[in-house]
C-alpha cells in the first residue's frame, strides 16, 4: 500500500531483470531543487555536526555575536536569534556541499578541500570567505621511507621510477576520488591507479594494498609514526574552513544576499581584530602635529592607518592647561612589549592596552568580490 504522505523526492519503480520473478529496484530522484530554493523564504546555513570542526565553527560564530540556539542536540535544525531568517542545519560535510549543490542549502561552512572535492568545480558554488582560520590541513601525497622510495624525495623522481607501467601502476589509496586523478593528470603523471579507501590509510602501504596514499596531514605525525613521508611537489591542496554559498539562491533571493553580507561584515571584522590591541598613552608636545611626528618615527607605532592624536586638557592651579596629547594606535600581539619599548623612548607614559573584538572596514574587500562574481 503507498503512503498516505509521499516524501517529497519522486520515486520511480524500474524493472531490475526480465526473468519470471520479477525484482524492482527503488530509485529516488537527486535532481536540484532550484524551484524549492526559491519558494522558500527562510535561508538556510549548512553547518559541520561533529568533530572539532563542528566545535570551531560554533565558537567563531559566537565571537562574531551570531551563537547559534541548539536547544535540542538530537535535532539537525537550530537558530541565530540575530538572524531571525535564517535556519542552522547540522550536515556532514561533505552532505552541505551536495545540499549547496542541491539547492536545498543557501549557506554553508567546511573545509576547502571538501568542497573541492565534492563540487568538482561547479560553478554554482561561489566562496565567500577562504581563510576563517581554524581546520588548518593540506591534501598530500605520501609514499614509504623505505624499500624502492626509501631515496625518493620528490614528485618528479616518483614518476620516473622505471617500476610504473601500464601493466603495474603506481598504487594510491585516497579518499579522494577527484583531487587525486586530476592533480595527476595535471601534473603529467602517467601509470597511476587509484583505489577508494576510508579511514586509517597510513596502513595501505605496509599491507601491501598500496604504494602510496592521498590523505589529509595535519601535523604530520601519524605520517612519521607510520614510516611515511611527504615529498616536494606532492601537496595537492592546502585547506581550512571556508564559508561557502550558492550562486542561484544568492540570485534568486535577496534576503540571502542581505544576510549572507551581514554574516560576511561579522567574520571580517571579528578577523581582522584577532590579535590586535589597542593602545594609549599620554605624551608632552608642542602641537598635535609634532607627537604625530614622534610616533610615526617609530616603525612598531603606525597603527592601522596612523595614530590618532587629541588634546589631554589637566587643572593646574586653577587653570585648564594642555600640556600632553592622547595618542591611540592598533598594534598586533606580537608587538606589544616592542611598542611599549617605542612609546617610553619618544616620552611616552601611562600606556594602557586592552585587546579589540571588531574592525569594521569601510567595505570589506570580500564583498565587492563577491559581488563581480555574481555580476551584481
Not at 565553527?57 to 536547544?71: A, E, I, R
Not at 568542497?115 to 561561489?126: K, P, R, T
Amino acid at each position: 500500500m503507498l503512503a498516505a504522505n509521499p516524501p517529497k523526492c519522486p520515486f520511480f519503480l524500474t524493472q531490475a531483470s526480465p526473468s519470471p520473478s520479477l525484482s524492482f529496484r527503488i530509485l529516488c530522484s537527486a535532481s536540484p531543487s532550484a524551484s524549492a530554493a526559491e519558494e522558500r523564504r527562510e535561508i538556510r546555513l549548512g553547518l559541520p555536526s561533529k568533530g572539532r570542526m563542528a566545535a570551531d565553527t560554533l565558537d567563531l560564530l559566537k565571537d562574531c555575536q551570531l551563537s547559534v540556539k541548539h536547544v535540542n542536540p538530537r535535532q539537525y535544525v537550530a537558530k541565530i536569534p540575530e538572524l531571525s531568517n535564517l535556519e542552522v542545519w547540522f550536515q556532514r560535510p561533505k552532505d552541505i556541499v551536495r545540499k549547496l549543490l542541491s539547492g536545498d542549502l543557501d549557506l554553508g561552512i567546511a573545509g576547502l578541500d571538501t568542497v573541492s572535492e565534492y563540487a568538482q568545480g561547479s560553478e554554482d558554488l561561489i566562496i565567500i570567505h577562504d581563510a576563517l582560520g581554524y581546520g588548518e590541513c593540506h591534501l598530500s601525497l605520501a609514499i614509504p621511507k623505505y624499500g624502492i622510495f626509501e631515496n625518493i624525495n620528490s614528485l618528479n623522481q616518483l614518476a620516473q621510477m622505471p617500476q610504473w607501467t601500464k601493466e603495474k601502476p603506481l598504487r594510491v589509496a585516497t579518499g579522494f576520488t577527484y583531487l587525486g586523478p586530476k592533480f595527476v593528470k595535471e601534473n603529467g603523471l602517467e601509470h597511476v591507479s587509484f583505489s577508494t579507501a576510508d579511514g586509517a590509510l597510513e596502513a595501505a602501504p605496509a599491507m601491501g594494498i598500496a604504494d602510496a596514499i592521498l590523505d589529509l596531514v595535519s601535523s604530520g605525525i601519524t605520517l612519521k609514526e607510520n614510516n611515511l613521508k611527504e615529498i616536494e611537489g606532492g601537496v595537492v591542496l592546502r585547506s581550512q574552513a571556508v564559508l561557502v554559498a550558492s550562486k542561484r539562491s544568492l540570485l534568486k533571493m535577496k534576503s540571502a544576499l542581505d544576510t549572507t553580507h551581514e554574516i560576511l561584515e561579522r567574520l571580517e571584522a571579528h578577523l581582522k581584530a584577532e590579535g590586535q590591541y589597542q593602545v594609549v598613552a599620554n605624551m608632552r608636545g608642542n602641537s598635535a602635529q609634532e607627537v604625530a611626528e614622534r610616533v610615526l618615527s617609530q616603525p612598531s607605532l603606525a597603527g592601522l592607518q596612523g595614530p590618532t592624536v587629541s588634546t589631554v586638557y589637566c587643572k593646574r592651579d586653577g587653570k585648564i592647561t594642555a600640556d600632553y596629547y592622547a595618542i591611540v594606535i592598533c598594534v598586533p600581539k606580537k608587538a606589544l612589549y616592542k611598542s611599549v619599548q617605542q612609546l617610553r623612548a619618544i616620552g611616552g607614559s601611562g600606556v594602557l592596552y586592552s585587546p579589540l573584538t571588531y574592525i569594521f572596514d569601510e567595505e570589506t574587500p570580500r564583498w565587492r568580490e563577491l559581488l563581480s562574481k555574481l555580476g551584481l
